[in-house]
């Protein structure tokens, strides 16, 4: 069936419905924080039966952060849908991670990355080796002042593999110019099938004129695969989501309705339904379009 085109007087029946948002450049201000007022008008829409849950690149530690105090009608996604997580039950319902080989094939490449782990007991943690530049230093000193993360400086990465550790996830941070040939590098990596073996994210950040963001993930993730999984999880019909950079356009393909907030990356408003309003913007446009 074909999809109703949207328009300004279309309304989403909440009891088939889920929203879904992302969050840095979306719902949350140029402060990295929900604007004043979005929790309690989130608790009124879930009062109200209104279903709204997010996926961000974030790790569980930042995102709990943020999202403190909100109601989780359905699991979030994080880290572009690597893991996803029943924050009411605190367990990772869901996991797409790279293969051992493939995580090690990483590691041999060029560049200074941030490696993401995750034990057995299903604890995340952050890895380094070398701080090669300021945002390296900033993104660090950030995380672990507000949100308390823990890093570990490693002489070697073999350490993790040797205490069992699970490698997931590697985020880099540099201009553009030096993290696309490392893009390159890793986007190029086969199975012994000849099927691509890692998934790429690569996108400016937020907050900070001419820092760029490499994420590698397993090729199973993103924020599409999210959609599909939400879908099938809690049984809705139609899902609506809110997005403004490129990891986003996976998560607007697999939507029946994706609106772009106005700060969003050009191609980002040229797949969307619309362009509205970030922060309270993406919490008016929902209440304003639920009957």
Do not use: W
């Given at each position: 069936m074909a999809?109703?085109?949207?328009?300004?007087?279309?309304?989403?029946?909440?009891?088939?419905?889920?929203?879904?948002t992302d969050l840095d450049g979306t719902l949350l201000t140029p402060d990295a924080v929900l604007p004043d007022g979005a929790v309690e008008a989130i608790w009124d829409l879930?009062?109200?039966?209104?279903?709204?849950?997010?996926?961000?690149?974030?790790?569980?530690?930042?995102?709990?952060?943020?999202?403190?105090?909100?109601?989780f009608p359905a699991p979030v996604a994080l880290m572009n849908g690597v893991l996803m997580r029943d924050m009411n039950e605190?367990?990772?319902?869901?996991?797409?991670?790279?293969?051992?080989e493939t995580a090690a094939r990483i590691l041999t490449a060029v560049g200074e990355p941030f490696v993401y782990t995750l034990t057995p007991e299903g604890e995340l943690f952050k890895a380094y080796h070398?701080?090669?530049?300021?945002h390296m230093e900033d993104f660090l000193r950030e995380r672990?002042?507000?949100?308390?993360?823990?890093?570990?400086?490693?002489?070697?990465?073999?350490?993790?593999?040797?205490?069992?550790?699970?490698?997931?996830?590697f985020c880099y941070l540099d201009t553009e110019e030096h993290l696309t040939p490392i893009r390159d590098a890793v986007a190029a990596l086969r199975d012994p099938a000849g099927e691509p073996s890692t998934k790429c994210?690569?996108?400016p950040d937020h907050y900070r004129p001419g820092l760029w963001y490499l994420e590698v993930f397993a090729p199973t993730a993103s924020k599409g695969?999210?959609?599909?999984?939400?879908?099938?999880?809690?049984?809705?019909?139609?899902?609506?989501?809110?997005?403004?950079n490129g990891n986003d356009l996976p998560m607007f393909a697999e939507s029946d309705y994706a609106f772009a907030a106005e700060r969003a990356a050009d191609a980002v408003k040229a797949a969307a339904d619309g362009v509205i309003p970030g922060g309270m913007g993406v919490i008016e446009f929902i209440r304003e379009h639920t009957r």
């Open positions: 999809k109703i085109p949207f328009t300004d007087t279309m309304k989403f029946d909440p009891k088939t419905t889920l929203f879904v879930y009062r109200h039966g209104i279903r709204l849950t997010y996926a961000t690149a974030r790790t569980i530690r930042s995102a709990s952060f943020i999202l403190d105090g909100l109601p605190e367990r990772y319902v869901d996991s797409n991670l790279l293969s051992p070398r701080l090669a530049n300021e672990v002042d507000k949100y308390a993360k823990p890093f570990r400086r490693m002489d070697d990465f073999q350490t993790l593999l040797d205490e069992g550790q699970r490698i997931i996830y994210a690569f996108y695969m999210v959609i599909r999984r939400l879908r099938e999880m809690t049984g809705a019909k139609t899902i609506v989501c809110f997005g403004d």
